[in-house]
C-alpha cells in the first residue's frame, strides 16, 4: 500500500507562484510514473502533468502554457509542482498520482484558489 499526501496549497493572488508537494510512503522511484492532476468545481478530473520512472520523461498539459513544471526527488521520496504566473482558471483541488504496475494510488489533494 502507498500513500501519498500532498501539501503546499493554498489562496494566491493572480500572477502569484506556488510549490506543490507529494510525499510518498514508499520509494517513490519505483513508481512507473508519477503525476499532478487537477479538478476544477463542475468539471472533470485533468491530467496536469507527469513523470516517468526510467526515462524522466515529463509531460506537462498544454493548458499550463508551459508555467508549470512538474519534479521528482527520490531521496526525500516527493514529487513536486512549481507553479507560476497563476491564473483564476487555475483554482482547482489538485492531486497526485502514483502508478505502480496495475496499481493507482491518489493522495487526498490539496485546495489551490487564485484570486484575480
Known amino acids: 500500500q502507498v500513500q501519498l499526501v500532498e501539501s503546499g496549497g493554498g489562496l494566491v493572488q493572480a500572477g502569484g507562484s506556488l510549490r506543490l508537494s507529494c510525499k510518498s510512503s514508499?520509494?517513490?522511484?519505483?513508481?512507473?510514473?508519477m503525476a499532478w492532476y487537477r479538478q476544477a468545481p463542475g468539471r472533470e478530473r485533468e491530467l496536469v502533468a507527469s513523470?516517468?520512472?526510467?526515462?524522466?520523461?515529463?509531460y506537462t498539459a498544454s493548458a499550463t502554457d508551459r508555467r508549470f513544471d512538474i519534479s521528482r526527488v527520490d531521496p526525500e521520496n516527493t514529487l513536486y509542482l512549481q507553479m507560476s504566473a497563476l491564473k483564476s482558471d487555475d483554482t482547482a483541488v489538485y492531486y497526485c498520482?502514483?502508478?505502480?504496475?496495475?496499481?493507482?494510488?491518489w493522495g487526498q489533494g490539496t485546495q489551490v484558489t487564485v484570486s484575480s
Open positions: 513523470i516517468q520512472r526510467t526515462s524522466r520523461t515529463t
Open positions: 514508499r520509494e517513490i522511484w519505483k513508481a512507473d510514473s
Open positions: 498520482k502514483g502508478t505502480m504496475g496495475p496499481f493507482e494510488y
